[in-house]
């Protein structure tokens, strides 16, 4: 069932991707070749389960939750860049640079950025209230207090030694918020109540932490193949991890329990949200 | 009085800009360096003198005209960074990534696209069916059928012999779209007639080309210190230029023809629209 649904909202997702307009100049075909990189969606399919965990219809608020994918797109294809992480692949292809060039996998991350946004306005989704409310969200949540606000501290943190809050924070402006916005986006477009849109939110928020902690797991005991990158890089790095201040063990049940406080976030939905109480544990057992 | 209603504009730009919340971390203080970087401002003027010339409210629509400086903004200290122009100066001053590094200046360019869109949906303006309907046509024009898109155009171009066709649809993409598009904003959002917005992007568009062959037209005749970066790079560069394909007296020719159709749109305002119609005059004879 959780796999089903799981290939049904890939499927919706994919398909739209597809069928936006993709003219056939460089720019357009950089933009393309890093959206279908295989990422995960994990951004849209939260929005869209959101959506369904309120009631709401999923058709509608497909472009505002695809355009969550543009903006992680646009954020991996920066943070590969020589001037920043300098990394030649992503998820096993090259990165968008090693294929197009540095100016244009700069502009490619712009446009995707820009496009982001007209998608959230789409005039078709006709709510105008909410959706002003989203793209408000969403530019917080994506911007100097959120994500790249995030990348700039994390940058910052690197060769030095972070204190467990530092890292939670930092990962809360990097990649929490984005995780966090992208469940409101699903509730609030698809007209939940305050309440249960407060529920998705601390579901998220716990989720968000888990998926980071199961990152730094990973980088330790995951396989290089399997990730499509290699293992071991934040120990290189001198990166102060979850893994290297709990130890392996000990940042496996902090996981734990970050999973638990997502899943009890739900209980106000009963079966409603049973997708995302499974993709909790989709999230925890996670090999890349 | 053309001046006195010009500095009244760009008092409220720089102490709007000034009063936003920037924090002392260094993504903060970059997005700042370039912002405040002694620029024209010439968006978001067109975009209060369009609302004025419509008789709206220019504190409601301040935020949303200053987000098009923002945007402004991250396009020069994106153009200028090693992998693109690779320019040490802007406007007299080092380039955003000559003082804070490429990956900060990457990530500041980033920061604030995404906080124009912030702006764009300030909840004070309250009128959120025609904020959205803008957001839509700013993410349009900035994006990759706009500016981005041009700017690609512009990089891929080089070298090339041009046609003046080409040349125009490559201005119209990279500064028009973003130029037409501030004048919208301010007629829009300011709730001017259909009619009003359909003489304000005439005027906005014409103005825009006229904006362009004097870049040009600058680039063989200015004086490197009051433009405050060399001239003659375009000749250097081999780039078809107004210049290059019509001679300085033929760009000059092409130039004023531009000016006096923006002018003629603004027929239907009457003494609503004087300031808009000095400011092309203004571009016309202006030496940066």
Known sequence: MFKKTFQRYITMIEQFLTQLQWDKDILNQSMYYSLMGGGKRIRPVLALASAEAVGGNLEIILPAAVSLELIHTYSLIHDDLPAMDNDDYRRGRLSNHKV??????????????????????????D?????????????????????????VADVAGEGRALTLNEIE???????????????????????????????????????????????????????????????????RQGKSTYVSLLGLEGAGREMHAQILKAQSALKLFDEGAIFLSELANYIEQRQH
């Open 100 to 125: 197009f060039g540095e100016a244009q996998a700069i502009l490619a991350g712009d446009a995707l950025l820009t496009y982001a946004f007209e998608l959230l306005a789409d005039s078709r989704l």
């Open 127 to 151: 709510q105008p209230a909410r959706q002003l409310r989203i793209i408000h969200e969403v530019a917080v949540a994506a911007g100097k207090s959120g994500m790249v606000g995030g990348q």
């Open 169 to 235: 924070e930092i990962h809360k402006a990097k990649t929490g918020a984005l995780l966090t916005v992208s469940a409101r986006l699903g509730g609030i477009l698809a007209g939940g109540t305050d309440e249960q849109v407060k529920g998705l939110t601390e579901y998220a928020q716990a989720l968000g932490l888990a998926f980071q902690i199961k990152d730094d797991i990973l980088d330790v005991v995951g396989d290089s193949e399997t990730l499509g990158k290699p293992v071991g890089s934040d120990l």
